[in-house]
C-alpha cells in the first residue's frame, strides 16, 4: 500500500462542489489489473465538467477527475505490461467514474492501456493529450473518406481550443489549405503561424444557413 496526493472534488452539504488535494492509499483506488504511477496529465473540457459536478460525466463523488494520463507501470498482474513500462490511458471510464489522471496513481483494466510509442515522451503524449488524439483521429478519418491535400481548404472550428489547435496545425503540416473558424478575432495571428491560410469568423458561417443550398467552398471539415 502506498500514500499519494490526488485532487478530489466532493459535494457540500448545500450543493456546491470543492477541490482539495487530498492524501489517499493505492488501497482506495478501483480494482484493475495495472497500477500507474503517474507522471503527467492534462486538463480537458470534460474534466472542468467533473470537477464542477456535471452528473452526466461523474456520478459519483468524491472522485478524481483526469481523463488521460501519462506514466510508469508500478504492478501488473497480466503478461501484457511489466513493472517499469511507460504507458498512455487516454478515454474509456477514467477521470469520469474511475479515478482519473489528476492524482498521482492511477489503477485501471490492461485494456485502457497502450505502451508509450517510440518517439513520444510521456510528456509529449500529454501536452498532446486527448485533444490531440481527437485531432489526429479526424484527421485520419477525412483522408479515408478520400481527402487529399490538393482539395478544397479544409474548413476547422473552434480552431483555438484544444482539438481545433491541433487540428489546424497537424493539417498544414500535412499540406492541407486550412480555413480556421474562431469568434476570437485577436487570435489570428495564432492561427496563422499554426498554419491557417484562412480566418472565418464564425459569425460569417451562419450566413446563409436559411438557403436550401449554397456554393460549395470546403473539401471538409473538423467540426469541434
Not at 498512455?88 to 474511475?98: E, F, S
Not at 483521429?137 to 491535400?149: F, M, N, S, T, Y
Request: negative net charge.
Amino acid at each position: 500500500m502506498s500514500s499519494f496526493k490526488a485532487l478530489q472534488v466532493s459535494e457540500t452539504e448545500g450543493g456546491r462542489f470543492e477541490s482539495k488535494v487530498v492524501e489517499r492509499t493505492t488501497e482506495d483506488l478501483p480494482a484493475g489489473e495495472v497500477l500507474i504511477r503517474v507522471r503527467y496529465s492534462s486538463l480537458n473540457f470534460k474534466d472542468a465538467l467533473s470537477a464542477s459536478g456535471n452528473r452526466g460525466v461523474t456520478r459519483a463523488y468524491p472522485h478524481t477527475p483526469g481523463i488521460d494520463a501519462a506514466g510508469v507501470v508500478a504492478s501488473s498482474s497480466v503478461a501484457e505490461f511489466a513493472e517499469g513500462d511507460e504507458v498512455i490511458v487516454t478515454g474509456y471510464d477514467l477521470g469520469m467514474n474511475t479515478a482519473g489522471g489528476f492524482g498521482q496513481y492511477i489503477r485501471v483494466p490492461a485494456a485502457w492501456i497502450i505502451k508509450r510509442p517510440q518517439g513520444l515522451s510521456l510528456r509529449d503524449a500529454m501536452i498532446l493529450g486527448t485533444a490531440g488524439l481527437t485531432a489526429a483521429l479526424c484527421v485520419d478519418k477525412l483522408e479515408q473518406a478520400g481527402l487529399e491535400p490538393g482539395d478544397a481548404p479544409v474548413l476547422v472550428t473552434g480552431a483555438t481550443g484544444g482539438v481545433g489547435s491541433i487540428a489546424v496545425a497537424l493539417l498544414a503540416s500535412l499540406g492541407y489549405k486550412v480555413a480556421a473558424v474562431t469568434g476570437k478575432a485577436d487570435q489570428a495571428d495564432f492561427l496563422t503561424r499554426l498554419g491557417a491560410t484562412q480566418i472565418v469568423e464564425r459569425a460569417a458561417l451562419q450566413a446563409g444557413v436559411d438557403k436550401a443550398l449554397l456554393k460549395e467552398q470546403w473539401g471538409g471539415a473538423v467540426d469541434t
